[in-house]
């Protein structure tokens, strides 16, 4: 069950189909896990349909007609089934994964962090794996700009809390941290950036110049 959720604003933003497409496949790998945000998209898109209902309609080239009905043979979109299994992925990243965390290529930063890069088609933020040993640190970093953050396995804790699978975390750019993954375990989350990290130790800050923005 999670403990720590999307800001409400976020929320209405993925239900308006606003957030770009990492920010919104981030959102909806946390709908996964939680029944509470599934009420709340749901009562938004219900209002949003409600709403729309209510425009007059505008008249759309016939290319745009023939490219919709062209997607009703599509697959049916991902549901919000919770993962069964502790090694079990939420639907949409499974998709985009295609296979388990074994497979993927793993950048080794620093002794405790490693980082895979995947690709959604976003342009504007980086969407990557962060493996953190157990007991080991990322680095105390801040952001240029905003950090979505989803726990997949196992958990961390910083200055603001402790968070488990299927917690999110949402940073600003001026916010600043030390994530440390529990001991009994390493922990994997899911990272969208539109800024890349930038340590603030002494010993690190030779690596700034490196960290840079992996979007696309």
Known sequence: MAHHHPQPELLVEYSAGALAIGQAACVSAHLSYCAECRKTTEQLETVGS???????????????????????????????????????????????????????VWRRVTSALSISYLATGDREH??????????????????????????????????????HPGDFVYREGSDSHAPTAIDDGECIVLAVLDAPLKFTQWRYRWM????QLRAG
């Open 50 to 104: 409600s709403l729309m209902e209510r425009l007059q309609p505008e008249p759309v080239a016939e290319a745009v007609l023939e490219s919709v009905l062209a997607r009703l043979d599509d697959p049916a979109p991902l549901s919000y089934q919770s993962p069964a299994a502790s090694d079990q992925l939420p639907g949409l990243l499974e998709r985009i994964i295609n296979g388990d965390f074994s497979e993927l």
């Open 126 to 163: 980086e969407f990557a794996l962060y493996r953190i040993a157990a007991g080991g640190s990322i680095p105390h970093h801040r952001h240029g700009g905003s950090e979505m953050t989803l726990v997949l396995e196992g958990g961390f804790s910083d200055s603001s809390g402790v968070y």
């Open 208 to 211: 700034n110049p490196f960290l």
